[in-house]
């Protein structure tokens, strides 16, 4: 999955910093960063040093580290990012010739970068916000507020039922065709009733037998991600939320999508069923 990046060491404590040449820095604007255009045609974050002399004056902002390297993230306007000319990648790409890093780095890095734009300002007086010298906070220095990354939990539910996997297929029709049944946790509930609840609004299926599969950071939507398993109660038929799903069918192992390699925790869990992986 995204997180496993063995042999490397993702290190997320914070600690206060300036770069160094060695530094790595995630050169970012609107959803893309930059490659070093040195290490072609490896994919590979550019290094401090080789930023021109001229965006070494925007301000950098530590993010945490990759084997004992610091990564910074530097935030630019579209047209000084597309001054450098170098070689641009969305987020939600797969590199080829890259790390086994970069995937969790590029996302997780953007969804930092997305959390300080969206809070330069106190919720509760409109001043300005500042980081924090001892922690990944920002503070408001006149009414004391502390804001910290907001992290949105996820339900994904994997129902089987007879040797068959529930799939569905979302009303957009621009989303992947078939995937799991998935949605945010509402206040006061547990991981485990909101994967009752989310089952039961999207096909109207009661579950039973919820097991723990694994859980995954997902930056893209500021969210961790929890994956269960689950039988369901009593054979009945599919109930549709039609303004959210298009479909919803049975799979057996063999009639699944081709195999899904994207390091998500769903692929992950579609293919532990391929695969006869699961205990239900």
């Known amino acids: 999955m995204l997180q496993d990046i063995f042999p490397h060491n993702f290190n997320n404590s914070y ?27 490896a994919a590979y974050l550019p290094c401090y040093a080789e930023l021109p002399e001229q965006i070494k004056t925007h301000s ?69 916000l500042s980081h924090s010298t001892t922690e990944r906070a920002l503070e408001c220095q006149r009414c004391q507020i502390i804001e910290y990354p907001k992290i949105a939990p996820i339900v994904i539910i994997a129902v089987v039922h007879e040797g068959k996997l529930l799939m569905t297929h979302y009303a957009d029709k621009t989303i992947k065709p078939y995937v799991l049944i998935a949605g945010f946790v509402e206040i006061g509930e547990s991981l485990e009733e909101a994967a009752r609840r989310e089952v039961l609004e999207e096909v109207g299926l009661q579950i039973a037998d919820v097991k723990y599969f694994g859980s995954q950071p997902w930056g893209l939507s500021d969210s961790l991600a929890t994956g ?40 992950a869990m579609i293919e532990a069923f391929r695969h006869e992986e699961i205990g239900v």
């Open 15 to 41: 600690i206060r910093c300036t770069p160094t040449n060695d530094s790595l820095v995630f050169v970012y604007s609107a959803g893309y960063f930059l490659l070093s255009p040195s290490k072609a045609p």
């Open 228 to 267: 269960f398993f689950a039988t369901i109660k009593h054979e009945s038929p599919i109930v549709l939320e039609y303004r959210e799903l298009a479909d919803a069918r049975w799979f057996t192992p063999h009639e699944l999508p081709h195999e899904l390699d994207n390091g998500s925790l769903t692929a």
């Open 60 to 128: 950098v902002q530590y993010l945490f580290a990759i084997d004992n390297v610091a990564i910074f993230l530097l935030d630019l306007d579209r047209a000084i990012f597309l001054s450098l000319d170098w070689k641009c990648c969305p987020v939600t790409t797969t590199i080829k010739d890259a790390s086994p890093w970069m995937p969790l780095v590029a996302i997780t890095a953007a969804q930092l970068s997305h959390w300080y734009q969206n809070h330069k300002y106190c919720s509760r007086c409109g001043h300005s």
